[in-house]
């Protein structure tokens, strides 16, 4: 098994990197350090070109009476000589984001696995890409032009509005037709129509919350999160314990997310998360899915990270197939 992985995580990570358990990416490396892999961490400005090869900075990790630590001392390393790259960071999708991802565009994908592959994530938007999947999301538009989403509003007369490179709910609007505030939302977001979003049209069952439905490569797992808006907001907003509860997916909804695992996978976004509402896909998590390992812990009274660990190893142990693997291990 292929033991030397790199994670690219956030900045707020690395400056506040010790265990908590809110923080999937800290499940991640710690579980990995547990399982005697060799981790290092970086972040996006880590990332360079030298001699037409991507390049890192980054620090070795360690495990210390249960807790992650990092070595402040940075190394400079060709990316293929790790055998594994989480590629992690938050949204927003910008163009440091982007810069990040080319750099990947210098690294021999036959020699070292990207999960997920940075330029697949490069290639595909949250929210956008959506629309691969027509038969499952609600009706909506991707526009930046004012009056067709004036349009869109006053013949659904409710719909949310959402910018395209964001997350955890940044920037994302409840619109009603006959607002008094609607041209200055729509012309705010859109940047006097410059700028394109989303507009999608509003589920009424999005009141209960939506399900966080969890994709390791074409496995959809059974545990998932209902994330409740509080009594103030549309949405989820508040990262609290008493805004989570277990949830089971459908049958329909189960058949839906294997569908797009497949689709997903194929193009290497192989760690990935649905948000769902009414067996509706209101959007497709590739960036850094948070897997709410604790909260479905509590609610289901697993070691949900073992089951994870175990998918994720049969993962890599599929794409690095077995002439790979024994290349690697010799």
Known sequence: M????????DEI???????????????????????????DVAVKGDLFIENAKGCVNSYGSYLEKGNIFYEKEQKKKIINEYDIVFFR???????????A??????VDKNKTLLINNPSEIR?????FHINYFPEFVPENIVTSNTEMIM?????KEEAILKPLNRCFGSGVYYMQKGDKNLLTII??????????????????EAKFGDKRVLIIGETVLDECIQKIPPKDNFKFS???DKYFRDAKLSTNEKIMAEKIAKLLSERGLFLTGLDVINEKVIETNVTSPCYFIREINQHYGIHFEDKIMMLIEKLIEKQFGSERLYALNK
Do not use: A
């Open 2 to 9: 292929p033991k030397n992985i790199l994670f690219i995580i």
């Open 13 to 39: 990570e690395l400056k506040y990197f010790e265990f908590n358990d809110l923080v999937t990416n800290f499940w991640f490396i710690k579980e990995f350090l547990k399982r005697d892999y060799i981790v």
């Open 89 to 99: 960071p938050d949204p927003p999708v910008d163009i440091n984001y982007i810069n």
């Open 101 to 106: 991802c080319y750099v990947f565009d210098f």
């Open 123 to 127: 290639n595909f938007n949250e929210k």
């Open 151 to 155: 349009d869109f509003v006053s013949e």
């Open 187 to 204: 012309n705010n977001m859109t940047e006097n129509g410059k700028t394109s979003v989303m507009v999608q049209k509003y589920i009424p």
């Open 238 to 240: 508040i990262h609290s």
